[in-house]
């Protein structure tokens, strides 16, 4: 007979975290604010990766435990470089990319990418790399219901969408795209015997402000009203993401609410799309966003996890 009396896993369920740091893009709002307050009051020492440092300066200050606030403009690979560049060696149990930006108006990057895939991709493609020799745990990359979308996939001919832009088929690319990076990600972490794990997560239907920076005021209103009729709230969409990044997981694992649709429910491990699947897709994205960002892997140089971690 089942047992009724089982808690369902929530923020409460996290695990001592004294002694380890986690990085989190995007933690001055949101989801990732959300994650970054459960992390530093289990105990991590919580990075805020922002790009507006008083506004995470802010955000920092209305959470309990050890946080510090450090500039990251994901949209600019000078930035990212920066930020990795200031690392200096201290170690990395969690990196999570959390940040990411929503069917926006056609746009450019500092670099001359499409905004979406430049920054919720490639940015967090160069980040990781980049921090990569540090991490000594897991890196979670935040994906979405979007890359199930119809019509969602690389568009390998045109990634920069220079012709045709939609802003929702290059918002479900960029989500396709985390999830590929991913795959390809812990592909290579097993290869050179690393015990690092990359794993992925959605938050479902999770009202947020993420939905107000969308380019059509339609769109906006739209979800507007979905928020407040279906949408779960933040730290509720934000129990995959710390699922993802404390519990015992296989690699490539992706994480999501577990009720109708995946919109609402507690963390499980959830199903994805053939294309989401795709390792040769895989392959060839990672090689074409080295190719992009001016950056190769750095995993001969994976640090590993301490003794009893």
């Given at each position: 007979?089942?047992?009724?009396?089982?808690?369902?896993?929530d923020?409460?369920?996290?695990?001592?975290?004294?002694g380890?740091?986690?990085?989190?893009?995007g933690?001055?709002s949101?989801?990732g604010l959300?994650?970054?307050?459960a992390?530093?009051?289990?105990?991590a020492?919580?990075v805020f990766?922002?790009?507006d440092?008083?506004?995470?300066?802010?955000a920092?200050a209305?959470v309990?435990g050890?946080?510090?606030?450090?500039?990251l403009?994901?949209a600019?690979l000078?930035?990212?470089?920066?930020?990795?560049?200031?690392w200096?060696g201290r170690?990395?149990d969690?990196l999570i990319?959390?940040?990411g930006?929503?069917?926006l108006?056609?746009?450019?990057?500092a670099?001359?990418?499409?905004?979406?895939?430049?920054?919720?991709?490639l940015g967090?493609?160069?980040?990781?790399?980049l921090?990569l020799?540090?991490v000594?745990d897991?890196?979670?990359?935040?994906s979405?219901?979007?890359?199930?979308w119809?019509?969602a996939?690389?568009?390998f001919?045109?990634?920069?969408?220079?012709?045709?832009?939609?802003p929702?088929?290059?918002?479900?690319?960029?989500?396709?795209a985390?999830?590929?990076?991913?795959?390809?990600l812990?592909r290579?972490?097993?290869?050179s015997?690393s015990?690092?794990?990359?794993?992925?997560a959605h938050?479902?239907?999770a009202?947020?402000?993420l939905?107000s920076?969308?380019?059509?005021?339609?769109m906006?209103a739209?979800?507007?009203?979905?928020n407040?009729?279906?949408?779960q709230?933040?730290?509720?969409?934000?129990?995959?993401?710390?699922?993802a990044?404390?519990?015992d997981?296989?690699?490539?694992?992706?994480v999501?609410?577990?009720?109708?649709?995946e919109?609402?429910?507690a963390?499980?491990?959830?199903?994805r799309t053939?294309?989401?699947s795709?390792?040769e897709g895989?392959r060839r994205?990672?090689?074409?966003?080295?190719?992009?960002?001016?950056l190769?892997s750095?995993?001969?140089?994976?640090?590993?996890?301490?003794?009893?971690?």
């Amino acid at each position: 007979m089942a047992d009724k009396t089982k808690k369902t896993w929530d923020a409460t369920s996290l695990p001592d975290l004294g002694g380890r740091t986690a990085v989190v893009t995007g933690a001055n709002s949101g989801i990732g604010l959300t994650a970054a307050d459960a992390l530093a009051r289990s105990g991590a020492h919580v990075v805020f990766a922002v790009r507006d440092l008083d506004r995470g300066r802010a955000a920092a200050a209305t959470v309990t435990g050890s946080t510090e606030v450090r500039r990251l403009d994901l949209a600019d690979l000078a930035s990212v470089r920066e930020f990795a560049e200031a690392w200096q060696g201290r170690p990395l149990d969690l990196l999570i990319n959390n940040a990411g930006v929503m069917m926006l108006p056609q746009q450019r990057t500092a670099d001359g990418f499409e905004m979406q895939f430049g920054t919720n991709h490639l940015g967090h493609f160069a980040l990781t790399n980049l921090l990569l020799p540090y991490v000594t745990d897991r890196v979670v990359t935040l994906s979405s219901g979007a890359h199930r979308w119809s019509g969602a996939r690389i568009r390998f001919e045109d990634l920069n969408w220079t012709s045709d832009y939609h802003p929702n088929g290059a918002y479900a690319q960029s989500k396709l795209a985390n999830l590929l990076f991913t795959l390809e990600l812990q592909r290579r972490l097993t290869e050179s015997g690393s015990r690092v794990r990359a794993l992925a997560a959605h938050p479902g239907y999770a009202a947020t402000n993420l939905q107000s920076h969308a380019g059509s005021p339609v769109m906006r209103a739209f979800m507007s009203i979905g928020n407040r009729v279906f949408a779960q709230d933040d730290k509720a969409g934000a129990l995959p993401t710390l699922y993802a990044a404390t519990q015992d997981l296989p690699g490539a694992s992706y994480v999501g609410p577990d009720g109708l649709g995946e919109l609402r429910g507690a963390p499980t491990l959830v199903g994805r799309t053939t294309a989401a699947s795709d390792a040769e897709g895989a392959r060839r994205l990672w090689t074409v966003s080295e190719e992009l960002t001016g950056l190769s892997s750095p995993l001969g140089r994976v640090a590993e996890p301490a003794a009893g971690r």
